[in-house]
């Protein structure tokens, strides 16, 4: 079994910034592309950031020169510096990744969710 465990969502007030961390652990033979996902009430869930095992980074325009994503191999984590944070940046974060539990098998696994609500 692989879990993703996500921690450093919380209340800041505009303009402010958080950092939100993604661990994962289990049965991993190596990871693949990692990513943060978000979604505000009533609305879909979006790609904030992606970052392939190489280090290449994609991110949504709207969070382009705010956020940057990173990840350490070593510990299996991903993270999401997040600055200069917006109200419309509140939603719940989900950390993403593709995973191969062997050689030959991957899929996507889910984080739970963590909140980051903007407000002052």
């Known amino acids: 079994q692989v879990q993703l465990v996500e921690s450093g969502g919380g209340l800041v007030q505009p303009g402010g910034s958080l950092r939100l961390s993604c661990a994962a652990s289990g049965s991993i033979f190596s990871i693949n592309g990692m990513g943060w996902y978000r979604q505000a009430p009533g609305k879909q869930r979006e790609l904030v950031a992606a970052i392939t095992s190489g280090g290449s980074t994609n991110y949504a325009d709207s969070v382009k020169g705010r956020f940057t994503i990173s990840r350490d191999n070593a510990k299996n984590t991903v993270y999401l510096q997040m600055n200069s944070l917006k109200p419309e940046d509140t939603a719940v974060y989900y950390c993403?990744?593709?995973?191969?539990?062997?050689?030959?098998?991957?899929?996507?696994?889910w984080g739970q969710g963590t909140q980051v609500t903007v407000s002052s």
């Open positions: 993403n990744a593709n995973i191969f539990s062997s050689w030959y098998k991957s899929r996507d696994y």
